[in-house]
């Protein structure tokens, strides 16, 4: 794989235009967390490489909507994109890779975790690895939540997964009470989803319990009254992990 690079540049002057036009997440947030959103981001852009894969190039637009969807998940975590530091490299590429190598098993991180079956639109590698996104993939889903994925969301939750140093579905979570009640409901949906029984989730969360949380996480924030009327439990811990409530802001935004 050929890679070019960029100086690590913070946001450009035009952000906010850019996520107006291409983010429907950002139309829900309000204005503090809007400019939290762009502090984060500015941090990731300036703190990361960033590299363009097979002479796709890194434009304004795609570093702006790429950082501020990652930043998104941190929203609420005081640590903020220290929760990334195991982020290497973030590389971004035009489409989809394609893999021949099976999806690695969970349990010790020691390898991958694909975004999807391939073709695959992302990647989050291991360690200080690097995060890979498919920009194609990226900006469709960015506009389009009602699609129920966004890869930038799903690879940049298996980054949070595999702080403590192992792909278990389960990210650190100091609070015993609420890792306790999280291991529970996310046992019970996944063994669900996994007997074939119906879901609100897509079947490839069944994959392994990596993949679990990274669905969940990215379904969560792109159809969150579907995920909250249908698994209210899972609801309740991600908005407890996350400490944030995207179905209150899609109230909040067809009430206004």
């Not at 894969?53 to 501020?68: C, Q």
């Not at 098993?105 to 200080?128: F, K, L, T």
């Not at 990215?218 to 969150?224: I, L």
Request: a negative charge.
């Amino acid at each position: 794989m050929l890679l070019s690079r960029r100086r690590r540049d913070g946001l450009p002057a035009a952000w906010r235009d850019i996520l107006t036009t291409r983010s429907a997440q950002w139309a829900l947030l309000d204005e503090a967390e809007r400019t939290r959103v762009g502090e984060l981001a500015d941090e990731l852009l300036a703190g990361k490489r960033w590299e363009a894969a097979r002479g796709f190039e890194i434009t304004d637009e795609v570093r702006t909507l790429v950082s501020a969807h990652a930043a998104l998940l941190v929203l609420e975590h005081e640590l903020g994109v220290e929760h990334y530091d195991g982020v290497g490299t973030i590389v971004v590429r035009a489409g989809p890779m394609r893999r021949r190598e099976p999806v690695p098993q969970w349990g010790r991180v020691g390898g991958i975790v694909d975004g999807s079956p391939w073709p695959v639109d992302g990647e989050a590698h291991h360690g200080d690895g690097p995060v890979m996104i498919a920009w194609n993939a990226a900006r469709r889903e960015a506009a389009n939540p009602q699609l129920g994925r966004d890869v930038v969301l799903h690879e940049f939750a298996h980054k949070l997964d595999m702080r403590d140093g192992t792909i278990d579905g389960t990210p650190p979570i100091a609070d015993d009470t609420l890792r306790q009640r999280w291991v529970g409901v996310c046992t019970a949906q996944y063994d669900a989803l996994r007997r074939g029984e119906p879901s609100v989730l897509r079947p490839y969360a069944g994959t392994n319990p990596g993949e679990f949380f990274a669905v969940a996480s990215e379904t969560f924030f792109t159809r969150p009254l579907l995920v909250e009327a249908a698994a209210p439990d899972l609801y309740g811990v991600l908005a407890a992990y996350y400490r944030q409530h995207p179905a209150e802001r899609v109230r909040r935004a067809v009430a206004d």
